[in-house]
């Protein structure tokens, strides 16, 4: 069975940093792009990061641009996002996606809130 489980999300003040986690299994992980999406509530689900297959070429939204990076083990099957600088606009459930072509496979989402 498919599975990318998100975790790492949680309540975090103004300017403070979280790191998510994205363990993928049952697909060949290493054969499979990487990409972050998140979604506030009453909004569109919008692009934050991609990665390639070795982790070679990375890309960023504009408004994360600076402030978050992605990364990928593939040895434990992982990506990760670290978050720095966190404001409230990036609250949000943020959600991993494998992307191989055609195929898509998203996680569960885990919830990022940004507030004092």
């Known amino acids: 069975q498919v599975q990318l489980v998100e975790s790492g999300g949680g309540l975090v003040q103004p300017g403070g940093s979280l790191r998510l986690s994205c363990v993928a299994s049952g697909f060949t992980f290493s054969n499979y792009a990487m990409r972050w999406y998140r979604q506030a509530p009453g909004k569109e689900r919008e692009l934050v990061a991609g990665?390639?297959?070795?982790?070679?070429?990375?890309s960023y939204a504009d408004f994360v641009r600076g402030r978050f990076t992605i990364s990928r083990d593939n040895a434990k099957t992982t990506v990760y996002l670290q978050m720095n600088s966190l404001k409230p606009e990036d609250t949000a459930v943020y959600y991993c996606?494998?992307?191989?072509?055609?195929?898509?496979?998203w996680g569960q989402g885990t919830q990022v809130t940004v507030s004092s």
């Open positions: 990665i390639s297959i070795t982790g070679g070429s990375r």
């Open positions: 996606k494998a992307v191989q072509g055609t195929l898509n496979y």
